[in-house]
């Protein structure tokens, strides 16, 4: 086995390990598509129960998701890690059947500090939504 391999099995054991207890992902129909180290990426379809009031996804939605696949990439490495700070970009509206597609990416990794950007386009690669995620580390192993 080599290095990128070890390193994809460890993030998707820490990814497994997540998802056990996760309900709200559950609840949200997210499927991991890949995850390795500080990557993750994801989708989900736009149910019914998933729209506001003007019959668009609702933003709550989309911020969730996001969080989830920068949960799953800042926590990859092994070590227990958190949000820090997030912001989100909304650009375009979800509709109803969009098959969304969230990608966490890694930007930069210190030893307390990860900074992680977040996309998230539908099945037309139109951009979405994007997300900017910072997380602390803690020194606690997972």
Not at 116 to 128: A, G
């Amino acid at each position: 086995m080599n290095t990128k391999d070890k390193s994809t099995s460890k993030a998707e054991e820490v990814m497994h390990r997540m998802l056990e207890k996760d309900a709200f992902s559950k609840l949200l129909g997210l499927q991991v598509d890949e995850v390795g180290e500080g990557y993750c990426r994801l989708h989900f379809l736009v149910r019914d129960d998933m729209l506001n009031g003007f019959g668009i996804l609702h933003g709550g939605v989309t911020y969730s998701a996001a969080d989830s696949a920068f949960a799953f990439a800042c926590n990859s490495h092994g070590r227990l890690s958190m949000a820090l700070s997030t912001n989100m970009d909304y650009l375009e509206a979800g509709k109803l059947g969009d098959i969304l597609t969230v990608e966490a990416k890694e930007e930069s990794l210190k030893n307390k500090i990860g900074v992680y950007q977040i996309r998230i386009t539908n099945q037309e690669d139109v951009l979405v939504a994007l997300f900017k995620g910072t997380s602390y580390r803690t020194s606690k192993e997972i």
